[in-house]
């Protein structure tokens, strides 16, 4: 197994906010700038994965509220959520 395969698999077992604190971090250290070139590049492509992680917890999220959603005489409707 190779080191991204590893972090893969950890990934799946973050919670949402502890990837979305984690990406935090990363984004704050880039903007910073005070890191070398190779660590960049990997904190990098660590946000990517951590970005991409976050926003499908996100979708399934939203997917389970509009499946949630009942009308008075018992039929299941869906309704799209909107963030305002």
Known sequence: M?????????????????ALKELEAIVR?????????????????????????CQKKLESARLKVESILQAKDGTITTQTFENN
């Open 2 to 18: 190779n080191n991204t395969s590893s972090k893969t698999e950890i990934l799946s077992e973050t919670s949402f906010e502890q």
């Open 29 to 53: 250290k880039l903007e910073g700038g005070t890191g070398d070139l190779e660590n960049s590049i990997n904190d990098y492509v660590r946000g990517t994965e951590l970005k991409e992680y």
